[in-house]
């Protein structure tokens, strides 16, 4: 699936957050979104999945008009990994994962067996299926986000967005769950904060700064250090980490 | 495929203890029949209800050959019964509904302001409006407090739409502000009316009672509420949803702010109906949904059965209870429903462990 999202504009009261931003992902492609915070990256993100209308421009997935579509069939061919997922009341894993489904079901349609398969499925690729009935409060930080990843997973979308996934996470989970997303041989575009994890795993890279994308194109082409010390105004030098063959980046020298 | 069911005991035995609570609310009703102020011998009591229940077929009138037996059986107890389970149901269901709606445990029916709205139309039509001729007078009261609560539950939604999308937040902040305003006109009405009478009847209408069912009322409340519940009980997909929050909501395919002013309207409609013919009874819409999801998670599927019979259940028990606490004494059911309500509440708060439906 593709992503065409152009010359989006929102604006939230007075201030313009985006500003003529245009962000592609293509078919397969993992994209990240880098930049520093406040720089917009959420709601662009946002104006993407229909949370904010933006003020002007247009989403396209393939040929569905994301803006002048309804969020039910936007959301059979998106899904989103967002950063909050608290809440007040208290859901099994299972039924948190089976919610997932809502997307691709009719109002009165009851579960089938094809959806516990798809959970049971999400489930595994998430590693919880020992979690199924605990209680969805009671988990970790990272284990709440791999059941929000399972979620949707089990929604079955073409395109993935991810913002921030990796947040508060430790090494292992920031790890776990990015593979697990590339794994997926989905379109991905996710907010990435770490460098590092941003040149392993994206195919693109888009920076954003002040409501704008301020470069593009590959991670080698766009993470230089001019351009990392002009989006997060910190003194960066790269090399080639000679564990990896990747590029790391050694900050304030 | 194997599937684990998620609430410990519960889950194995949900149908089971659904059976039970349909069994123990029809021999709770049996039993509420059968007792009052008036002492009829059990026998009799059955008697007459297999007369009423088989349409004639079974037991009998004449054979127990009192004829004010019989009235105070079908025309007292019966609709009080029926009256009790249909409110006990219709206050769950709108507790819970609110409680999604607005994302908070915490939350009644009365939340947006319902209660106050309706305790003014009553009083105005109490204190103002229709005088005291006695038919009148209660449909008057009945008709007010319907419209009280509905002009308010309009206002609040309208106050919450202001600006942008109706949050949950700014639901309940509308509900404070315009129950308050329309508490101080309640008090504005009842300090220039000058009569104690009708003063007195403002308050033991805002108890809340079972005293005025009749058959003639039942067959709305029983539409109003079996509809209500109808409806609900086949949107646990949306409810479920609805707990995640808007955010999430929305990336799932669901509009949040269609379907809860859908369901605003329709919970504000019930609850509406029941205030009008029984006044604001209170805790039973917060507690009941509350003990139901400590019982069988927060599930709606699973939840909103069980949360409608436990409703039904313990309206009918309270309404006992009002009768025979103290003898010769028909207690507000309000004051009951309180009573029990607010310990269970606090115990559930400092109880270890409960997370709001874990």
Same mark, same amino acid.
């Given at each position: 699936?593709?992503?065409?999202?152009?010359?989006?504009?929102?604006?939230?009261?007075?201030?313009?957050?985006?500003?003529?931003?245009?962000?592609?992902?293509?078919?397969?492609?993992?994209?990240?979104?880098?930049?520093?915070?406040?720089?917009?990256?959420?709601?662009?993100?946002?104006?993407?999945?229909?949370?904010?209308?933006?003020?002007?421009?247009?989403?396209?997935?393939?040929?569905?008009?994301?803006?002048?579509?309804?969020?039910?069939?936007?959301?059979?061919?998106?899904?989103?990994?967002?950063?909050?997922?608290?809440?007040?009341?208290?859901?099994?894993?299972?039924?948190?994962?089976? /919610?997932?489904?809502?997307?691709?079901?009719?109002?009165?349609?009851?579960?089938?067996?094809?959806?516990?398969?798809?959970?049971?499925?999400?489930? @595994?690729?998430? $590693?919880?299926?020992?979690? @199924?009935?605990?209680?969805?409060?009671?988990?970790?930080?990272?284990?709440?986000?791999?059941?929000?990843?399972?979620?949707?997973?089990?929604?079955?979308?073409?395109?993935?967005?991810?913002?921030?996934?990796?947040?508060?996470?430790?090494?292992?989970?920031?790890?776990?769950?990015?593979?697990?997303?590339?794994?997926?041989?989905?379109?991905?575009?996710?907010?990435?904060?770490?460098?590092?994890?941003?040149?392993?795993?994206?195919?693109?890279?888009?920076?954003?700064?002040?409501?704008?994308?301020?470069?593009?194109?590959?991670?080698?082409?766009?993470?230089?250090?001019?351009?990392?010390?002009?989006?997060?105004?910190?003194?960066?030098?790269?090399?080639?980490?000679?564990?990896?063959?990747?590029?790391?980046?050694?900050?304030?020298? | 495929?194997?599937?684990?069911?998620? $609430?410990?005991?519960?889950?194995?035995?949900?149908?089971?203890?659904?059976?039970?609570?349909?069994?123990?609310?029809?021999?709770?009703?049996?039993?509420?029949?059968?007792?009052?102020?008036?002492?009829?011998?059990?026998?009799?009591?059955?008697?007459? /209800?297999?007369?009423?229940?088989?349409?004639?077929? /079974?037991?009998?009138?004449?054979?127990?050959?009192?004829?004010?037996?019989?009235?105070?059986?079908?025309?007292?107890?019966?609709?009080?019964?029926?009256?009790?389970?249909?409110?006990?149901?219709?206050?769950?269901?709108?507790?819970?509904?609110?409680?999604?709606?607005?994302?908070?445990?915490?939350?009644?029916?009365?939340?947006?302001?319902?209660?106050?709205?309706?305790?003014?139309?009553?009083?105005?039509?109490?204190?103002?409006?229709?005088?005291?001729?006695?038919?009148?007078?209660?449909?008057?009261?009945?008709?007010?407090?319907?419209?009280?609560?509905?002009?308010?539950?309009?206002?609040?939604?309208?106050?919450?739409?202001?600006?942008?999308?109706?949050?949950?937040?700014?639901?309940?902040?509308?509900?404070?502000?315009?129950?308050?305003?329309?508490?101080?006109?309640?008090?504005?009405?009842?300090?220039?009316?000058?009569?104690?009478?009708?003063?007195?009847?403002?308050?033991?209408?805002?108890?809340?009672?079972?005293?005025?069912?009749?058959?003639?009322?039942?067959?709305?409340?029983?539409?109003?509420?079996?509809?209500?519940?109808?409806?609900?009980?086949?949107?646990? $997909?949306?409810?479920?949803?609805?707990?995640?929050?808007?955010?999430?909501?929305?990336?799932?395919?669901?509009?949040?702010?269609?379907? $809860?002013?859908?369901?605003?309207?329709?919970?504000?409609?019930?609850?509406?109906?029941?205030?009008?013919?029984?006044?604001?009874?209170?805790?039973?819409?917060?507690?009941?949904?509350?003990?139901?999801?400590?019982?069988?998670?927060?599930?709606? @599927?699973?939840?909103?059965?069980?949360?409608?019979?436990?409703?039904?259940?313990?309206?009918?028990?309270?309404?006992?209870?009002?009768?025979?606490?103290?003898?010769?004494?028909?207690?507000?059911?309000?004051?009951?429903?309180?009573?029990?309500?607010?310990?269970?509440?606090?115990?559930?708060?400092?109880?270890?462990?409960?997370?709001?439906?874990?």
């Amino acid at each position: 699936m593709e992503l065409a999202a152009k010359e989006l504009h929102v604006r939230r009261g007075k201030k313009e957050i985006i500003k003529n931003a245009s962000v592609f992902v293509k078919n397969k492609q993992f994209v990240g979104l880098i930049g520093p915070n406040g720089c917009g990256k959420s709601t662009l993100l946002k104006s993407i999945y229909k949370s904010l209308t933006p003020q002007s421009g247009s989403v396209f997935l393939n040929d569905l008009d994301v803006l002048k579509s309804s969020e039910k069939k936007v959301s059979q061919r998106l899904g989103v990994v967002g950063q909050f997922n608290e809440m007040s009341f208290d859901l099994t894993v299972e039924q948190m994962v089976l /919610l997932g489904r809502t997307p691709h079901k009719k109002l009165l349609e009851p579960d089938q067996s094809d959806d516990y398969e798809i959970v049971e499925e999400a489930l @595994r690729r998430t $590693r919880l299926q020992d979690y @199924r009935s605990r209680s969805y409060q009671s988990l970790s930080g990272g284990e709440k986000q791999r059941v929000i990843l399972a979620r949707t997973i089990a929604q079955q979308p073409q395109l993935m967005i991810l913002d921030e996934p990796t947040n508060h996470l430790d090494i292992r989970y920031q790890f776990e769950i990015l593979s697990c997303v590339k794994q997926l041989g989905i379109s991905v575009l996710a907010a990435l904060h770490d460098l590092e994890l941003a040149v392993m795993y994206c195919d693109y890279i888009y920076a954003v700064k002040d409501g704008e994308i301020y470069a593009h194109g590959k991670p080698e082409d766009v993470l230089t250090p001019e351009t990392v010390e002009a989006l997060y105004q910190i003194k960066c030098q790269t090399f080639i980490n000679p564990v990896t063959k990747h590029i790391g980046f050694a900050y304030g020298i | 495929m194997q599937r684990q069911e998620s $609430r410990g005991v519960t889950g194995y035995f949900y149908y089971p203890i659904i059976l039970l609570l349909l069994f123990l609310i029809a021999v709770s009703a049996v039993y509420s029949v059968s007792i009052g102020q008036v002492h009829i011998p059990f026998g009799k009591s059955m008697n007459i /209800l297999l007369h009423v229940l088989t349409n004639g077929k /079974l037991g009998s009138s004449s054979a127990v050959g009192n004829e004010s037996y019989f009235n105070i059986i079908y025309q007292i107890r019966m609709p009080r019964v029926i009256f009790a389970l249909l409110i006990g149901i219709g206050l769950s269901l709108c507790g819970t509904v609110m409680q999604a709606v607005v994302q908070n445990p915490l939350a009644d029916p009365y939340i947006i302001g319902i209660s106050s709205g309706a305790s003014l139309g009553a009083t105005v039509a109490i204190l103002i409006g229709f005088g005291s001729s006695a038919l009148f007078a209660n449909f008057g009261v009945a008709f007010g407090a319907f419209a009280g609560a509905v002009v308010t539950s309009a206002a609040v939604l309208l106050l919450s739409s202001i600006g942008g999308k109706a949050t949950s937040v700014k639901l309940v902040l509308s509900g404070v502000v315009v129950g308050a305003f329309c508490s101080s006109l309640s008090s504005l009405v009842i300090y220039f009316a000058n009569n104690a009478e009708g003063v007195q009847q403002v308050a033991f209408w805002s108890m809340g009672s079972l005293a005025p069912s009749s058959w003639e009322k039942v067959p709305i409340l029983a539409i109003v509420v079996l509809l209500g519940s109808g409806i609900f009980l086949f949107q646990h $997909r949306v409810l479920n949803t609805m707990l995640l929050g808007d955010e999430s909501a929305v990336t799932l395919g669901i509009n949040l702010s269609v379907f $809860r002013k859908t369901y605003m309207v329709l919970a504000a409609l019930i609850t509406g109906t029941m205030v009008a013919y029984s006044g604001t009874i209170g805790f039973v819409g917060l507690i009941v949904p509350h003990i139901c999801r400590g019982l069988f998670g927060a599930d709606h @599927r699973r939840l909103m059965p069980a949360t409608l019979l436990l409703g039904g259940l313990f309206l009918i028990w309270a309404d006992i209870l009002s009768r025979i606490l103290i003898p010769n004494v028909d207690l507000p059911i309000g004051i009951i429903t309180s009573v029990i309500g607010s310990p269970l509440f606090i115990y559930m708060i400092v109880k270890k462990g409960y997370n709001f439906g874990g």
